[in-house]
C-alpha cells in the first residue's frame, strides 16, 4: 500500500475516529488489517445495541444512547448488552456492555423524581476478537478499547410537561489502541415527549470535541448529532416508530465530500403483551480498497431484527444482525429492573390478613403466634395493628414472631390507624408500614403514673399502717405519703428508662434509622400522617379500603386478602399423643376460685383453680411437659406458695418450665422459683421480691362518720387483722415478724432456685422491679424470649415426642354461671368454678355491659385499687408490685 494512501487512511482514522469496533469472526486476513476497509466509524460510537432508542422508553441503556431518557426512570434499571459480528463481516460495532440507572428523589417530601444516574461500562472490539497483541502489520486502529460512561438527567417536568435533559461523560481507555486511549467524550442530550403518540430527542455526542492523536498527528473529533422522532400511532406501545440518524458536520475535504454525513436510522416495534417483534435499518459508509491500494468509499447497511419478551422485572431481546450481503451477527440484551413492565398479571398471591383486635389476651396472641409459624416460607400478611390491647413483652412477642417470619422469606405490611409508640414497636417489625391519610401518630413516649393517697386518708382520719420489706416495696407508701421515697423514685427511674432504651433501639433498627432519630420523632409526636411520612416513619398513606392497592403497589402483582382459617384441623391421630399443658398464671393471686373482674378489667389467678390444673396434668401421662405462662403482680402470699408447691410436686415427674409475661413480679416471681429454668422477654416486668402487709387505721375516718366500734379481745395481738383501730406494740411485732418471715421464706427460694447466696439476692431483692433484660444480666432468669421459645425448649428436651407433641393451655375456660359463682364467692347452687382466667366473647360482654351502666363514674377509681384490699376475706401478708399495676402499650 503506497505512503499516501497510509497518510490518507491515518487522516481519516484521526478525522472520524475509524476502527473501533468488533467481530467475533476471524476477517480475512488482509483486509482487516487496514483501516479503510470495512464500515468508516466514529471511535466514540457505542457497541451495535439491539435497537438504538433515541426518543421512546427508558432503561439502563439511555445512559450511553440518550442520558436524558434517564428523567424518566421510576426504578432501578439495569441492561446487558452484546452485539456480535461473524467471519468477513464489514461492521465495526461489536462490544459488551453493561449499563445501570439510578433515579434519585424525595417522594418524601412530595418532590417525585430529581435526577437520575448513570452508569456504563463498554469493551469494544473492532474488526476482529483475536486481535489482543498485535502482531506485526496489524492495524492498530483496530485494537480493542474500553470506555466508562457516567451520565446525569434531569427532569423539567414541573417547568414543561415530559422535558428532560441529560449530560453525559465517556473516558476510553486501551494499553493497545493509541487512537481511543485517553480519548474524554462529553454528550449533551433531551427528550420532549410532546404527546402520547409523539416524542422527540436530540443528543449531541462529542460536544467537547474530542482530540484524538495517531503517532504526531491527531485532530479534533467533529460533534455528532443523533436526532430521532418517536411515533406511536395508536398511542400505546403496541405500535412504535423511530426515525433518526447520526449528522456528524465536517470540511469538505478528503475522500468523504459529503457536505454533511448523514447516517439516517429508521426503527419499528410491535407488541402484543410481553412479546414484541423489532426492526431497525441504518444506512452506513463502507470502505474498500483495490488491488493498486485505492481507497473508495460508497453506500452500506446495517440492519437487525428479532423478537424481545417483557416480563414484569426481567426482559430480553435478540436477534440477527446483518448487511448488504446478508446476515452477519447478532446482538442480544438482558433488562433487570425495579420498575414494572406491563405484562400479564400473575395469580393473585394470598395475603393473610391479621386483625389484632381479634387477638387480645395472652391465650390468643399464642394462637396468633402459633399462626404466624405455621405459614409457609415467604409468606405475605398484612397486620392491622387497630384495636391492639398488648403489655409491653406480649407486643415484644410477637414482634419476634413477625420477625421470624421476614426470616423465612416472609414479608410482612403493618397498617396503622394512629397509635401508640406500643403500636408502632410492633408495626416497626414489619418490611413495609402504610398508615391511614387522616390518623395522628401518637407515639409520644412513655408516660406512668403511681397515685399517693396518704394526705386524703389523713384529711378523711384514716392513716396507713403498711409494714414492708423492704425500702424499694413501693405499694405500701402509696397509702402513707403524699409522694414517693428517694429509692423508688430512682428505681422508677431506671424501669422506664430501660424500657424507652429497648424500645427505641428496636424501632431503630427495625426502620433502619439511628435511635437519635427516633427520639427525634417521639419528641416531635403526635405527627400527622404527611409529616409522619416525610420523616420515614411510615412508607406510605391509604385509607382502610385501599389496602388491596397499598399491598399491589408493593408486592408488584395482585392481591387476595384473607382472613387466617378457622376451620378446625383433621385429626390423623387414632388417640391423643403426648401434649405440653401450659399453665396460664394470669392475674392477681389469690386464694379460691381464678376470675375475672368486670369492668375493672382485672383478673384473679386463683389458687384453687390452678393448684387443681397443676395436679391434674402432674397425673396425666399424656402430658409430658409443662409450661407455666406467669403474668402476674403477684398477690397473696399463701395462694403462691400454694400453686409453688404443686408446681414443685410436679417437677419432680416432668420437666417443668417458666415463661415471663408482661410481669412476673413478687408473687409472681415466687411461683417461677419452682421451674427448672426460666425465659423472660427484653421488656418483662419482674423481680419485686419482697413482703407487705396491708392495714389503714380507720378509727378516725369512723369516729367523723359517727361510728362505733364496740370491742372484745382475748390474746394479746388478737386485733392484728383490725382496720378499725391502730397497731398495738404487741400486734405491731407480730406482724412484723410474720413478714420478716414470709421474706426470708421469699429469698431462701430464690437463692436456692437460682444458685445464688443470700447476699445476691438480698442485692436484687428488697422489692426493686427490674426489666427482663436487667433480671438477666443478674441471674433472676436463664434465657431472652417468650412462650414460643419456651416451647421450643420444651419439645428439645422431649425429643421426638416432642416434635409431634399438641399443646394445651390451661385451666379450661369457664362460663358465665362459674364466673358469677367465683365473683361472688356466694357458694349458689350454680356449680363452682372451673376455669381460667376470666370470661371472654358474649358473656364478659353481658358483666361488662350491665356495669358500666350502674357504676360507671366509679370505674377509673376502682380500676387504681389494689384488688386484694377489697376481695380478700381477711388481711393477708402480700407480694406485690405497684410500679406496672396500669403499664400497657
Do not use: C
Not at 480493542?144 to 414543561?160: D, G, I, T, Y
Not at 391492639?388 to 397498617?415: H, I, P, S
Not at 383490725?722 to 415478724?737: G, Q, V
Not at 427490674?770 to 424470649?785: K, N, P, S
Request: proline fraction near 5%; hydrophobic fraction near 45%; charged fraction near 25%.
Amino acid at each position: 500500500m503506497s505512503g499516501s494512501v497510509r497518510s490518507r487512511a491515518g487522516a481519516l482514522a484521526i478525522l472520524l475516529g475509524l476502527g473501533a469496533g468488533l467481530s467475533v469472526g476471524l476477517a480475512p486476513g488482509e483486509a482487516a488489517a487496514d483501516p479503510e476497509v470495512g464500515e468508516q466509524r466514529s471511535t466514540l460510537r457505542d457497541l451495535d445495541h439491539p435497537t438504538t432508542i433515541i426518543a421512546g422508553e427508558a432503561d439502563g441503556a439511555a445512559t450511553v444512547m440518550n442520558p436524558s431518557n434517564l428523567g424518566f426512570l421510576r426504578g432501578v434499571s439495569g441492561v446487558l448488552e452484546g452485539s456480535l459480528a461473524g467471519r468477513g463481516s464489514l461492521r465495526r460495532g461489536s462490544g459488551v456492555g453493561a449499563f445501570l440507572g439510578i433515579p434519585l428523589g424525595l417522594r418524601a417530601l412530595g418532590l417525585g423524581r430529581l435526577a437520575a444516574l448513570g452508569l456504563g461500562y463498554q469493551v469494544l472490539f473492532p474488526k476482529r476478537v483475536d486481535i489482543f497483541n498485535l502482531p506485526p502489520g496489524e492495524s492498530i486502529v483496530d485494537a480493542r478499547f474500553h470506555k466508562l460512561s457516567l451520565a446525569l438527567a434531569v427532569p423539567l417536568e414541573r417547568l414543561v410537561r415530559g422535558l428532560s435533559v441529560g449530560l453525559a461523560y465517556g473516558r476510553l481507555f486501551s494499553r493497545s489502541n493509541p487512537l481511543a486511549d485517553g480519548v474524554n467524550q462529553l454528550d449533551l442530550a433531551m427528550t420532549y415527549r410532546a404527546h402520547e403518540r409523539v416524542a422527540l430527542g436530540l443528543v449531541a455526542r462529542g460536544l467537547n470535541a474530542p482530540r484524538m492523536a495517531l503517532g504526531e498527528q491527531w485532530e479534533r473529533h467533529p460533534i455528532e448529532l443523533d436526532p430521532e422522532i418517536a411515533v406511536r400511532p395508536l398511542g400505546t406501545r403496541n405500535l412504535e416508530i423511530g426515525l433518526g440518524g447520526r449528522i456528524i458536520p465536517m470540511r469538505r475535504t478528503g475522500p468523504l465530500r459529503w457536505p454533511a454525513p448523514w447516517q439516517p436510522r429508521a426503527r419499528a416495534s410491535f407488541a402484543v403483551g410481553p412479546i414484541g417483534l423489532f426492526s431497525e435499518a441504518e444506512l452506513l459508509l463502507i470502505g474498500q480498497v483495490d488491488d493498486r491500494g485505492a481507497a473508495s468509499f460508497g453506500p452500506g447497511m446495517r440492519w437487525m431484527t428479532g423478537l424481545s419478551v417483557d416480563l414484569q422485572h426481567v426482559g430480553v431481546a435478540g436477534g440477527p444482525v446483518g448487511g448488504l450481503g446478508g446476515i452477519d451477527g447478532g446482538a442480544a440484551r438482558l433488562r433487570v429492573s425495579a420498575e414494572r413492565y406491563d405484562a400479564p398479571a400473575p395469580r393473585p398471591r394470598e395475603v393473610t390478613r391479621i386483625r389484632l383486635a381479634d387477638f387480645r389476651g395472652d391465650r390468643k396472641l399464642a394462637r396468633l403466634v402459633e399462626l404466624l409459624e405455621e405459614l409457609p416460607a415467604g409468606s405475605a400478611i398484612a397486620v392491622e395493628t387497630r384495636g391492639m390491647n398488648y403489655g409491653w413483652a406480649q407486643a415484644e412477642e410477637l414482634r419476634e414472631a413477625l420477625t421470624r417470619l421476614r426470616e423465612r422469606g416472609g414479608e410482612v405490611l403493618a397498617y396503622l390507624e394512629g397509635g401508640s409508640l406500643g403500636t408502632y414497636y410492633v408495626a416497626s417489625a414489619a418490611d413495609r408500614i402504610v398508615a391511614h391519610p387522616q390518623r395522628r401518630l401518637g407515639i409520644v413516649g412513655v408516660h406512668a403514673e403511681v397515685y399517693y393517697f396518704g394526705e386524703l386518708l389523713e384529711r378523711l382520719g384514716a392513716r396507713g399502717e403498711f409494714l414492708r420489706i423492704a425500702e424499694y416495696k413501693a405499694r405500701p407508701e402509696t397509702y402513707e405519703r403524699a409522694s414517693a421515697t428517694a429509692p423508688v423514685v430512682a428505681q422508677r427511674e431506671l424501669f422506664y428508662a430501660d424500657l424507652y432504651a429497648t424500645v427505641v433501639a428496636t424501632i431503630a433498627g427495625g426502620r433502619e434509622v439511628t435511635p437519635e432519630v427516633v427520639r427525634g420523632w417521639v419528641d416531635a409526636a403526635p405527627l400527622g400522617p404527611d409529616e409522619a411520612r416525610t420523616r420515614g416513619l411510615v412508607d406510605a398513606l391509604a385509607y382502610a379500603d385501599e389496602l388491596d392497592d397499598a399491598l399491589e403497589d408493593w408486592l408488584e402483582r395482585p392481591v387476595k386478602l384473607r382472613a387466617p382459617s378457622k376451620r378446625p384441623e383433621h385429626a390423623h391421630a387414632l388417640g391423643r399423643g403426648p401434649e405440653i399443658a401450659v399453665i396460664h398464671v394470669d392475674g392477681i393471686l389469690r386464694g379460691g376460685a381464678s376470675f375475672k373482674v368486670p369492668l375493672v378489667n382485672q383478673r384473679i389467678a386463683g389458687a384453687k383453680t390452678l393448684t387443681k390444673a397443676i395436679a391434674d396434668v402432674r397425673k396425666d401421662p399424656r402430658v409430658r411437659a409443662v409450661i407455666v405462662r406467669i403474668d402476674s403482680i403477684g398477690g397473696s402470699v399463701a395462694a403462691a406458695a400454694a400453686i409453688t408447691r404443686e408446681l414443685e410436686l410436679t417437677a419432680a415427674k416432668k420437666p417443668v418450665i417458666v415463661s415471663f409475661g408482661n410481669i412476673a413480679a413478687s408473687g409472681g416471681y415466687y411461683v417461677a422459683t419452682a421451674g427448672s429454668v426460666i425465659f423472660t422477654d427484653a421488656l418483662t416486668s419482674t423481680g419485686s421480691i419482697g413482703v407487705f402487709r396491708p392495714k389503714v387505721d380507720l378509727s378516725g375516718f369512723l369516729a367523723k362518720l359517727g361510728v362505733g366500734v364496740d370491742r372484745v379481745q382475748r390474746g394479746a395481738a388478737a386485733g392484728i387483722g383490725a382496720w378499725t383501730k391502730p397497731y398495738s406494740e404487741a400486734e405491731r411485732a407480730a406482724a412484723l415478724a410474720g413478714i420478716e418471715e414470709s421474706y426470708r421464706i421469699f429469698t431462701d427460694r430464690v437463692a436456692a432456685a437460682r444458685g445464688l447466696d443470700a447476699a445476691a439476692v438480698d442485692a436484687v431483692a428488697r422489692g426493686r422491679i427490674w426489666r427482663g433484660v436487667r433480671a438477666l444480666d443478674r441471674g433472676l432468669a436463664d434465657h431472652d424470649g417468650g412462650l414460643y421459645d419456651a416451647l421450643v425448649h420444651a419439645r428439645a428436651l422431649l425429643g421426638r415426642a416432642g416434635a409431634r407433641a399438641e399443646v394445651v393451655h390451661l385451666p379450661a375456660k369457664t362460663g358465665l354461671k362459674g364466673q358469677l359463682a367465683a365473683l361472688g364467692a356466694l357458694g349458689v347452687a350454680m356449680g363452682a368454678a372451673t376455669g381460667e382466667v376470666g370470661v371472654d366473647g358474649d358473656d364478659a360482654a353481658l358483666l361488662d355491659g350491665v356495669g358500666v351502666a350502674v357504676l360507671g363514674p366509679f370505674l377509673p377509681a376502682l380500676r387504681r385499687l389494689p384488688l386484694n384490699l377489697w376481695l380478700a376475706p381477711a388481711v393477708d401478708e402480700l407480694a406485690m408490685v405497684t410500679e406496672v399495676f396500669e403499664e400497657s402499650v
